[in-house]
């Protein structure tokens, strides 16, 4: 999220407007968990500044609701590549989703997609790459 400026001048970070106070500066307090901030730090400033309480514990909790909640597995790594760092995560657990949800997550998030079929193709060909390898290890050694 790029910083603003204030009125005084200088670039003010995302997590300093959040509480900053003074004229032209105040915005809610943000104190809740990632997607709650990031929400709030989305809306423009003057509907930042209408919220009242009520509204801000509302939104914290209709946000509480949609966060990724604790999974079986949980594996999130951050990997360098030629054309930057990229992350991958890989998630997994019981199915919570209503059929309606599921049907509208895979209209929206469609499962056959340029980089979904290359990554299936480059971990095919890493695990086969590994089996070759491991199978020619085995016989290297029992003729040694």
Known sequence: MLASTSPAGPPVPPEA????????????????????KSLILRLPLEVR????????LALRQATEELAWGGHTVDIRVS???PLGRRYLAIVGGRERRDQLRLAHERSRHPLVRLGNVVSLL????MVLGLGAFSGLAVLALTYL
């Open 17 to 36: 407007r959040a509480t900053a106070t003074g004229p032209g500066l105040w915005t809610p307090p943000i104190d809740g968990h990632g997607l709650y």
């Open 49 to 56: 500044r209408s919220l009242d309480h009520e509204q801000l």
């Open 79 to 81: 990997l360098w590549t």
């Open 122 to 125: 480059l971990f095919a060909c």
